[in-house]
């Protein structure tokens, strides 16, 4: 599904990231990426996604190098992105935000991901007015429409406690599951990741430390000693 080749971006005289091998494969697995602060995780999505231009190497999608394509052109081809901040209209109900993008993408089918990510509740509530941890299922679901092939997803649960981090992330799981895409989220709570993760990739100052499953991460000296063994 998605490939990233010898990936490297630069802001000015700073290297954030050098060198990144990385394989996604759309099986229905989500894959993690953790790593310490300014490890390069959301430079990675930025990448991957179009918001920011490599100085070296690859991306490939589906076997076709979109390396200098558009975000416009990359979302037309099914992959899809939610942010650090919940990037929800405050003023229009659930329900309105939903239809608002499914319209723009040609997609009536909503009823499923307002079931998968339990909105039924809330359709015709304000954004502004519903609780953050919803907001963020929100922000969630309305990358999901137009059926993606491939969701990025950066820190959905930024601002959450550990107990709606995990639930947002059963949610997310187990609609990748059914519709069988492929998923990459950045994430600090690594319990979630480790719960809810097929496959984990750990990034450390701008490098591939290492992917695997989450023991095998979980065992990795490596990774406990640039990050799990500091972790709180």
């Known amino acids: 599904m998605l490939t990233i080749e010898k990936l490297s971006v630069s802001y000015g005289s700073v290297r954030a990231l050098t060198d990144v091998d990385l394989e996604i494969r759309g ?79 040609g997609d009536d089918r909503v009823g499923d991901v307002i079931e998968v990510m339990d909105l039924g509740g809330y359709l015709d509530q304000k954004a502004g007015r519903i609780a953050y941890g919803v907001q963020r299922r929100v922000d969630v679901a309305l990358a999901l429409i137009g059926r993606p092939r491939l969701l990025l997803m950066d820190e959905p649960g930024a601002g959450l406690s550990a107990t709606e981090t995990l639930r947002l992330f059963e949610h997310v799981r187990d609609l990748v599951r059914e519709r069988r895409i492929a998923a990459v989220v950045v994430e600090h709570d690594v319990d979630a990741v480790f719960a809810c993760c097929g496959m984990v990739t750990v990034l450390d100052l701008g490098r591939h430390l290492a992917t695997g499953t989450p023991e095998t991460i979980r065992a990795d000296h490596r990774v406990i000693a640039a990050y799990l063994g500091t972790a709180a």
């Open 27 to 105: 099986n229905g697995l989500l894959h993690g990426i953790i790593g310490p602060n300014g490890a390069g995780k959301s430079t990675l999505l930025d990448a991957i996604c179009g918001r920011r231009r490599p100085t070296s190497g690859r991306v490939r999608y589906c076997g076709e190098d979109i390396t200098r394509h558009s975000v416009a052109w990359r979302r037309r081809q099914g992959m899809a992105r939610s942010f650090q901040r919940t990037s929800i209209f405050q003023d229009l109900t659930v329900h309105e935000q939903l239809q608002l993008v499914a319209q723009h993408l």
